[in-house]
Protein backbone atom coordinates (compact mmCIF):
# COMPACT_ATOMS: atom_id res chain seq x y z
CA UNK A 1 0.00 0.00 0.00
CA UNK A 2 1.34 3.52 -0.97
CA UNK A 3 1.88 5.94 1.69
CA UNK A 4 -1.09 8.05 0.19
CA UNK A 5 -3.42 5.57 0.24
CA UNK A 6 -2.11 4.96 4.09
CA UNK A 7 -2.93 8.37 4.56
CA UNK A 8 -6.37 8.59 2.97
CA UNK A 9 -7.36 5.20 4.92
CA UNK A 10 -6.18 7.04 8.44
CA UNK A 11 -7.90 10.45 7.27
CA UNK A 12 -11.18 8.15 6.96
CA UNK A 13 -11.14 5.80 10.49
CA UNK A 14 -13.28 7.35 11.95
CA UNK A 15 -16.02 7.09 8.88
CA UNK A 16 -14.63 3.46 8.64
CA UNK A 17 -15.72 3.07 12.55
CA UNK A 18 -19.29 4.50 11.92
CA UNK A 19 -19.91 2.22 8.79
CA UNK A 20 -19.16 -0.91 10.81
CA UNK A 21 -20.58 -0.18 13.68
CA UNK A 22 -23.88 0.63 11.36
CA UNK A 23 -22.84 -2.57 9.54
CA UNK A 24 -22.92 -5.08 13.18
CA UNK A 25 -26.47 -3.24 13.95
CA UNK A 26 -27.46 -4.52 10.88
CA UNK A 27 -27.61 -8.30 12.65
CA UNK A 28 -26.46 -10.00 9.37
CA UNK A 29 -25.98 -13.93 9.07
CA UNK A 30 -24.06 -14.41 6.07
CA UNK A 31 -21.82 -17.48 4.70
CA UNK A 32 -19.12 -17.13 2.53
CA UNK A 33 -16.73 -19.23 4.13
CA UNK A 34 -16.73 -22.65 1.34
CA UNK A 35 -16.33 -23.19 -2.41
CA UNK A 36 -19.30 -25.63 -3.35
CA UNK A 37 -21.83 -25.24 -5.88
CA UNK A 38 -25.33 -23.55 -4.93
CA UNK A 39 -28.78 -25.08 -5.27
CA UNK A 40 -29.17 -23.92 -9.01
CA UNK A 41 -25.82 -25.47 -9.83
CA UNK A 42 -27.34 -29.04 -8.20
CA UNK A 43 -30.64 -28.54 -9.95
CA UNK A 44 -28.76 -29.07 -13.28
CA UNK A 45 -27.71 -32.56 -12.69
CA UNK A 46 -31.21 -33.71 -11.12
CA UNK A 47 -31.95 -36.12 -14.11
CA UNK A 48 -29.68 -38.13 -12.25
CA UNK A 49 -32.63 -38.99 -9.71
CA UNK A 50 -34.16 -40.52 -12.66
CA UNK A 51 -31.16 -41.83 -14.44
CA UNK A 52 -30.63 -44.42 -15.74
CA UNK A 53 -34.09 -45.56 -16.02
CA UNK A 54 -36.48 -47.98 -14.79
CA UNK A 55 -34.47 -51.86 -16.02
CA UNK A 56 -31.12 -50.32 -17.09
CA UNK A 57 -28.23 -51.64 -15.29
CA UNK A 58 -26.22 -53.06 -18.09
CA UNK A 59 -23.48 -51.76 -19.86
CA UNK A 60 -22.14 -51.56 -23.49
CA UNK A 61 -21.19 -55.43 -23.05
CA UNK A 62 -24.18 -56.51 -21.36
CA UNK A 63 -22.19 -56.79 -17.51
CA UNK A 64 -25.14 -56.46 -14.85
CA UNK A 65 -23.87 -53.29 -12.97
CA UNK A 66 -25.74 -53.80 -9.94
CA UNK A 67 -23.27 -56.69 -8.54
CA UNK A 68 -20.17 -57.13 -7.71
CA UNK A 69 -17.18 -56.41 -9.83
CA UNK A 70 -15.41 -53.83 -12.36
CA UNK A 71 -12.59 -52.75 -10.11
CA UNK A 72 -11.72 -50.23 -12.67
CA UNK A 73 -15.20 -48.48 -13.15
CA UNK A 74 -17.79 -48.03 -16.11
CA UNK A 75 -15.47 -48.31 -19.46
CA UNK A 76 -18.29 -45.98 -21.19
CA UNK A 77 -17.08 -42.84 -18.66
CA UNK A 78 -13.82 -43.71 -18.40
CA UNK A 79 -13.68 -43.02 -21.97
CA UNK A 80 -15.77 -39.51 -21.91
CA UNK A 81 -13.19 -38.46 -19.07
CA UNK A 82 -10.37 -39.28 -20.91
CA UNK A 83 -10.74 -37.11 -23.27
CA UNK A 84 -11.71 -34.33 -20.52
CA UNK A 85 -8.51 -35.32 -18.55
CA UNK A 86 -5.85 -36.58 -21.88
CA UNK A 87 -5.50 -39.80 -19.76
CA UNK A 88 -5.65 -42.94 -21.70
CA UNK A 89 -8.78 -45.27 -21.02
CA UNK A 90 -6.61 -48.49 -19.71
CA UNK A 91 -4.74 -45.71 -17.16
CA UNK A 92 -7.66 -44.11 -16.19
CA UNK A 93 -10.02 -45.49 -13.14
CA UNK A 94 -13.54 -44.23 -12.47
CA UNK A 95 -13.82 -45.07 -8.64
CA UNK A 96 -16.45 -43.66 -5.86
CA UNK A 97 -17.38 -40.33 -5.24
CA UNK A 98 -14.99 -38.36 -3.92
CA UNK A 99 -11.35 -37.49 -5.03
CA UNK A 100 -10.06 -36.28 -1.73
CA UNK A 101 -10.88 -39.73 -1.12
CA UNK A 102 -8.79 -41.15 -3.36
CA UNK A 103 -5.77 -38.92 -2.58
CA UNK A 104 -6.21 -39.84 1.34
CA UNK A 105 -6.43 -43.33 0.12
CA UNK A 106 -3.05 -42.87 -1.79
CA UNK A 107 -1.38 -40.78 0.87
CA UNK A 108 -2.23 -44.27 3.23
CA UNK A 109 -1.10 -47.04 1.10
CA UNK A 110 1.96 -45.37 0.30
CA UNK A 111 2.88 -44.54 3.90
CA UNK A 112 1.91 -47.92 4.62
CA UNK A 113 3.45 -50.18 1.78
CA UNK A 114 5.23 -47.61 -0.42
CA UNK A 115 4.68 -46.80 -3.88
CA UNK A 116 6.45 -48.31 -6.67
CA UNK A 117 10.41 -47.65 -7.12
CA UNK A 118 9.94 -47.08 -2.97
CA UNK A 119 13.00 -49.01 -1.36
CA UNK A 120 10.48 -49.00 1.15
CA UNK A 121 7.53 -47.72 2.63
CA UNK A 122 6.98 -43.61 3.69
CA UNK A 123 5.77 -45.18 6.79
CA UNK A 124 9.54 -46.71 7.51
CA UNK A 125 11.69 -43.20 6.82
CA UNK A 126 12.53 -41.28 9.35
CA UNK A 127 10.63 -38.14 7.95
CA UNK A 128 8.16 -37.80 5.05
CA UNK A 129 7.72 -34.24 3.40
CA UNK A 130 5.57 -32.61 0.82
CA UNK A 131 5.91 -29.61 -1.40
CA UNK A 132 2.80 -27.68 -0.92
CA UNK A 133 2.58 -24.65 -3.05
CA UNK A 134 0.91 -21.36 -1.71
CA UNK A 135 -1.48 -20.26 -1.48
CA UNK A 136 -3.14 -23.85 -2.05
CA UNK A 137 -5.21 -25.75 -1.21
CA UNK A 138 -6.54 -26.71 2.87
CA UNK A 139 -7.92 -29.95 2.33
CA UNK A 140 -4.53 -30.97 0.41
CA UNK A 141 -2.65 -29.64 3.65
CA UNK A 142 -5.04 -31.19 5.88
CA UNK A 143 -4.13 -34.61 4.46
CA UNK A 144 -0.48 -34.75 4.60
CA UNK A 145 -0.99 -33.05 8.13
CA UNK A 146 -2.86 -35.91 9.30
CA UNK A 147 -0.76 -38.21 8.18
CA UNK A 148 2.13 -36.66 9.94
CA UNK A 149 3.53 -35.58 6.49
CA UNK A 150 5.45 -32.47 7.35
CA UNK A 151 5.05 -29.54 4.48
CA UNK A 152 7.15 -27.54 2.85
CA UNK A 153 5.65 -24.12 1.15
CA UNK A 154 6.89 -23.23 -1.65
CA UNK A 155 5.47 -20.02 -3.94
CA UNK A 156 3.24 -20.05 -6.57
CA UNK A 157 3.25 -18.18 -10.07
CA UNK A 158 0.63 -17.18 -12.58
CA UNK A 159 2.16 -20.15 -14.37
CA UNK A 160 2.46 -22.53 -11.83
CA UNK A 161 4.90 -23.49 -8.33
CA UNK A 162 8.18 -21.54 -8.93
CA UNK A 163 10.74 -24.27 -10.30
CA UNK A 164 13.80 -22.62 -8.51
CA UNK A 165 12.12 -23.00 -5.75
CA UNK A 166 11.27 -26.51 -6.05
CA UNK A 167 14.58 -27.34 -7.29
CA UNK A 168 16.32 -25.77 -4.72
CA UNK A 169 13.66 -27.87 -1.89
CA UNK A 170 14.73 -31.09 -3.53
CA UNK A 171 18.33 -30.17 -3.98
CA UNK A 172 18.43 -29.09 -0.16
CA UNK A 173 15.75 -32.14 1.57
CA UNK A 174 16.38 -35.94 1.03
CA UNK A 175 12.97 -36.40 2.87
CA UNK A 176 10.30 -34.81 0.14
CA UNK A 177 8.58 -37.90 -1.85
CA UNK A 178 5.52 -35.89 -2.95
CA UNK A 179 3.98 -32.15 -4.43
CA UNK A 180 0.59 -31.20 -4.50
CA UNK A 181 -0.61 -29.68 -7.14
CA UNK A 182 -3.52 -28.22 -8.73
CA UNK A 183 -2.97 -27.29 -12.74
CA UNK A 184 -5.94 -25.36 -14.38
CA UNK A 185 -7.60 -22.84 -12.00
CA UNK A 186 -5.59 -23.40 -9.28
CA UNK A 187 -7.42 -23.28 -5.74
CA UNK A 188 -7.19 -20.48 -4.65
CA UNK A 189 -5.86 -18.47 -7.25
CA UNK A 190 -6.75 -19.17 -10.44
CA UNK A 191 -3.42 -19.36 -11.77
CA UNK A 192 -2.82 -22.07 -14.97
CA UNK A 193 0.20 -24.39 -15.10
CA UNK A 194 2.05 -24.23 -18.17
CA UNK A 195 3.37 -26.93 -20.26
CA UNK A 196 6.94 -25.69 -19.68
CA UNK A 197 6.24 -25.53 -16.20
CA UNK A 198 4.64 -28.77 -15.88
CA UNK A 199 7.80 -30.30 -18.18
CA UNK A 200 9.98 -28.57 -15.48
CA UNK A 201 7.85 -31.10 -12.75
CA UNK A 202 7.91 -34.47 -14.67
CA UNK A 203 11.40 -34.08 -15.14
CA UNK A 204 13.04 -32.63 -11.27
CA UNK A 205 15.90 -34.85 -9.87
CA UNK A 206 13.88 -36.11 -7.29
CA UNK A 207 13.92 -39.46 -5.81
CA UNK A 208 12.42 -42.72 -7.64
CA UNK A 209 9.43 -43.01 -4.97
CA UNK A 210 8.99 -38.96 -5.50
CA UNK A 211 5.35 -38.68 -6.70
CA UNK A 212 3.61 -35.15 -7.86
CA UNK A 213 -0.18 -35.35 -6.86
CA UNK A 214 -1.92 -33.63 -10.19
CA UNK A 215 -5.40 -32.52 -8.86
CA UNK A 216 -7.48 -31.99 -11.80
CA UNK A 217 -10.40 -30.72 -9.74
CA UNK A 218 -11.11 -27.50 -11.93
CA UNK A 219 -10.35 -28.56 -15.63
CA UNK A 220 -13.46 -27.81 -17.04
CA UNK A 221 -14.64 -25.02 -14.95
CA UNK A 222 -14.54 -22.34 -17.29
CA UNK A 223 -15.36 -18.84 -16.87
CA UNK A 224 -14.79 -17.16 -19.79
CA UNK A 225 -14.15 -18.12 -23.70
CA UNK A 226 -11.06 -18.80 -23.11
CA UNK A 227 -9.92 -22.73 -21.95
CA UNK A 228 -6.40 -23.54 -21.27
CA UNK A 229 -5.15 -26.61 -23.68
CA UNK A 230 -5.18 -29.61 -21.13
CA UNK A 231 -1.56 -30.85 -20.20
CA UNK A 232 -0.85 -34.98 -21.00
CA UNK A 233 1.07 -34.44 -18.01
CA UNK A 234 1.41 -38.56 -18.05
CA UNK A 235 2.80 -38.55 -21.81
CA UNK A 236 5.51 -35.91 -20.45
CA UNK A 237 6.16 -37.68 -17.45
CA UNK A 238 7.23 -40.90 -19.66
CA UNK A 239 9.06 -38.54 -22.44
CA UNK A 240 11.03 -37.48 -19.44
CA UNK A 241 12.04 -41.09 -18.26
CA UNK A 242 9.64 -40.53 -15.22
CA UNK A 243 6.75 -42.67 -16.03
CA UNK A 244 5.89 -43.39 -12.49
CA UNK A 245 5.82 -39.59 -11.38
CA UNK A 246 2.64 -38.69 -11.23
CA UNK A 247 -0.64 -39.63 -10.03
CA UNK A 248 -3.71 -37.91 -11.68
CA UNK A 249 -6.83 -36.97 -9.48
CA UNK A 250 -10.32 -35.49 -10.58
CA UNK A 251 -14.08 -35.95 -9.59
CA UNK A 252 -17.29 -34.92 -10.91
CA UNK A 253 -17.84 -33.07 -7.47
CA UNK A 254 -18.74 -29.41 -8.93
CA UNK A 255 -19.70 -31.33 -12.41
CA UNK A 256 -22.39 -32.54 -11.06
CA UNK A 257 -23.53 -33.77 -7.83
CA UNK A 258 -21.04 -33.06 -5.38
CA UNK A 259 -22.08 -35.85 -2.48
CA UNK A 260 -22.69 -38.16 -5.72
CA UNK A 261 -20.35 -37.35 -8.33
CA UNK A 262 -17.58 -40.04 -9.67
CA UNK A 263 -13.99 -39.50 -8.71
CA UNK A 264 -11.06 -40.54 -11.14
CA UNK A 265 -7.34 -41.65 -10.85
CA UNK A 266 -5.04 -41.67 -13.92
CA UNK A 267 -1.08 -43.02 -14.01
CA UNK A 268 1.20 -45.25 -15.57
CA UNK A 269 0.50 -49.00 -15.78
CA UNK A 270 2.18 -49.68 -12.82
CA UNK A 271 0.85 -47.28 -10.76
CA UNK A 272 -2.76 -48.40 -11.37
CA UNK A 273 -1.76 -51.83 -10.85
CA UNK A 274 -0.33 -50.78 -7.78
CA UNK A 275 -3.64 -48.78 -6.21
CA UNK A 276 -6.13 -51.21 -8.11
CA UNK A 277 -3.91 -53.75 -5.32
CA UNK A 278 -3.96 -52.12 -2.69
CA UNK A 279 -7.57 -51.08 -2.98
CA UNK A 280 -8.95 -54.39 -3.72
CA UNK A 281 -8.76 -55.33 0.44
CA UNK A 282 -11.52 -52.38 0.83
CA UNK A 283 -13.67 -52.88 -2.24
CA UNK A 284 -14.80 -55.20 -4.47
CA UNK A 285 -16.29 -52.95 -6.80
CA UNK A 286 -17.08 -48.52 -7.17
CA UNK A 287 -21.30 -48.10 -7.57
CA UNK A 288 -21.46 -48.78 -11.00
CA UNK A 289 -24.82 -48.21 -11.40
CA UNK A 290 -23.85 -44.28 -10.27
CA UNK A 291 -21.13 -44.30 -13.55
CA UNK A 292 -24.11 -45.09 -15.97
CA UNK A 293 -26.64 -42.79 -14.80
CA UNK A 294 -23.38 -39.61 -15.21
CA UNK A 295 -23.12 -41.80 -18.91
CA UNK A 296 -26.58 -41.16 -19.24
CA UNK A 297 -26.35 -37.77 -18.34
CA UNK A 298 -23.19 -36.19 -19.92
CA UNK A 299 -23.16 -38.83 -22.84
CA UNK A 300 -19.89 -37.32 -24.13
CA UNK A 301 -16.74 -34.88 -23.79
CA UNK A 302 -18.91 -32.55 -26.00
CA UNK A 303 -22.06 -32.89 -23.55
CA UNK A 304 -19.43 -32.20 -20.54
CA UNK A 305 -18.82 -28.77 -22.18
CA UNK A 306 -21.82 -28.38 -22.34
CA UNK A 307 -22.97 -28.90 -18.67
CA UNK A 308 -20.14 -26.48 -17.81
CA UNK A 309 -21.40 -24.14 -19.69
CA UNK A 310 -24.43 -24.32 -17.87
CA UNK A 311 -22.82 -23.77 -14.72
CA UNK A 312 -20.77 -20.59 -15.74
CA UNK A 313 -23.98 -18.89 -17.19
CA UNK A 314 -25.33 -19.13 -13.13
CA UNK A 315 -21.36 -18.66 -11.45
CA UNK A 316 -20.06 -16.22 -14.02
CA UNK A 317 -22.44 -13.42 -12.98
CA UNK A 318 -21.35 -13.82 -9.09
CA UNK A 319 -17.54 -13.61 -10.03
CA UNK A 320 -18.15 -10.40 -11.63
CA UNK A 321 -19.86 -9.24 -8.24
CA UNK A 322 -16.81 -9.68 -7.13
CA UNK A 323 -14.47 -7.72 -9.18
CA UNK A 324 -17.36 -4.92 -9.09
CA UNK A 325 -17.40 -4.38 -5.20
CA UNK A 326 -14.00 -4.92 -4.84
CA UNK A 327 -12.64 -2.30 -7.43
CA UNK A 328 -15.68 0.37 -6.26
CA UNK A 329 -14.91 0.05 -2.02
CA UNK A 330 -11.47 -1.15 -2.29
CA UNK A 331 -9.50 0.25 -5.24
CA UNK A 332 -10.32 4.17 -4.27
CA UNK A 333 -8.45 3.55 -1.01
CA UNK A 334 -5.45 2.00 -2.60
CA UNK A 335 -6.34 -1.43 -0.86
CA UNK A 336 -5.83 -5.44 -1.27
CA UNK A 337 -5.05 -6.75 -5.20
CA UNK A 338 -7.03 -9.06 -6.11
CA UNK A 339 -7.45 -11.90 -8.30
CA UNK A 340 -9.46 -12.20 -11.70
CA UNK A 341 -9.49 -15.68 -12.36
CA UNK A 342 -10.75 -17.41 -16.06
CA UNK A 343 -11.89 -20.46 -14.35
CA UNK A 344 -12.21 -22.41 -10.65
CA UNK A 345 -13.93 -21.88 -8.06
CA UNK A 346 -12.03 -18.79 -6.29
CA UNK A 347 -10.79 -15.67 -6.04
CA UNK A 348 -7.88 -14.42 -4.06
CA UNK A 349 -7.54 -10.99 -2.08
CA UNK A 350 -4.06 -10.08 -0.84
CA UNK A 351 -4.37 -7.38 2.01
CA UNK A 352 -1.04 -5.31 4.02
CA UNK A 353 0.85 -8.29 5.91
CA UNK A 354 -0.73 -8.38 9.28
CA UNK A 355 -4.57 -7.39 8.21
CA UNK A 356 -6.06 -10.48 7.35
CA UNK A 357 -6.74 -11.97 10.52
CA UNK A 358 -8.41 -9.11 11.91
CA UNK A 359 -10.30 -7.99 8.86
CA UNK A 360 -11.93 -11.68 8.79
CA UNK A 361 -12.39 -10.88 12.74
CA UNK A 362 -14.28 -7.83 12.27
CA UNK A 363 -16.48 -9.38 9.53
CA UNK A 364 -17.37 -12.24 11.83
CA UNK A 365 -18.46 -9.88 14.75
CA UNK A 366 -20.31 -8.20 12.01
CA UNK A 367 -22.28 -11.71 10.75
CA UNK A 368 -20.18 -12.23 7.83
CA UNK A 369 -18.68 -15.63 8.30
CA UNK A 370 -15.25 -15.65 5.70
CA UNK A 371 -12.47 -18.37 5.27
CA UNK A 372 -10.53 -18.86 7.81
CA UNK A 373 -7.10 -16.44 7.74
CA UNK A 374 -4.44 -18.72 6.70
CA UNK A 375 -6.56 -21.69 5.30
CA UNK A 376 -4.19 -21.10 2.15
CA UNK A 377 -1.34 -22.19 3.93
CA UNK A 378 0.07 -25.47 5.51
CA UNK A 379 -0.76 -25.56 9.50
CA UNK A 380 -3.29 -22.53 8.62
CA UNK A 381 0.10 -20.50 8.98
CA UNK A 382 0.61 -17.43 6.59
CA UNK A 383 3.33 -15.73 7.81
CA UNK A 384 1.98 -12.57 6.13
CA UNK A 385 -1.39 -12.78 7.25
CA UNK A 386 -2.02 -11.42 4.11
CA UNK A 387 -4.28 -14.09 1.66
CA UNK A 388 -8.01 -14.25 2.10
CA UNK A 389 -9.46 -16.85 -0.06
CA UNK A 390 -13.10 -15.50 -1.57
CA UNK A 391 -15.81 -17.90 -2.47
CA UNK A 392 -18.13 -16.89 -5.00
CA UNK A 393 -20.49 -19.65 -5.94
CA UNK A 394 -22.78 -21.16 -2.74
CA UNK A 395 -24.36 -17.53 -1.84
CA UNK A 396 -26.81 -16.00 -4.04
CA UNK A 397 -25.89 -13.24 -5.36
CA UNK A 398 -27.67 -10.77 -3.40
CA UNK A 399 -26.38 -12.79 -0.30
CA UNK A 400 -22.93 -12.42 -1.73
CA UNK A 401 -23.33 -8.63 -2.81
CA UNK A 402 -24.19 -7.69 0.88
CA UNK A 403 -21.32 -9.91 1.94
CA UNK A 404 -19.02 -8.49 0.38
CA UNK A 405 -19.59 -4.77 0.70
CA UNK A 406 -20.20 -5.70 4.71
CA UNK A 407 -16.31 -7.46 4.36
CA UNK A 408 -15.34 -4.40 2.47
CA UNK A 409 -16.39 -2.40 5.13
CA UNK A 410 -14.67 -4.39 7.64
CA UNK A 411 -11.49 -4.76 5.71
CA UNK A 412 -11.16 -0.41 5.54
CA UNK A 413 -11.37 -0.38 9.40
CA UNK A 414 -8.73 -3.01 9.57
CA UNK A 415 -6.11 -1.22 7.21
CA UNK A 416 -6.87 1.69 8.68
CA UNK A 417 -6.14 1.04 12.45
CA UNK A 418 -2.48 0.18 11.02
CA UNK A 419 -2.15 3.54 10.59
Request: overall charge negative; hydrophobic content about 45%; glycine content about 8%.
Amino acid sequence: MSSAASDTLAEHRAAFQSAYDELKAQGLKLDLTRGKPAADQLALSDALLTLPGDGEFRDAAGTDLRNYGGATGLPELREIFSDVLRVPVPQLLALGNSSLTLMHDVVSFAMLHGVPGAARPWGKEESVSFLCPVPGYDRHFSITEAMGVRMIPVPMNDDGPDIPSVKAALAADPTIKGMWAVPVYSNPTGAVYSEAVARELVALDAADDFRIFWDNAYAVHHLTDWHPEPIDVLGLAAEAGHPDRVFVFASTSKVTYSGSGVAFFGSSPENVKWLLHWQSFQSIGPDKVNHLRHVALLESPEGVAAHMRKHRALIAPKFAAVQEVFERRLAPFGVGEWTDPKGGYFVTLTVTPGVARRAIALAAEAGIAMTPAGSTHPYRDDPDDAVIRIAPTFPTIDELTAGLEGFCTALLLAESERD
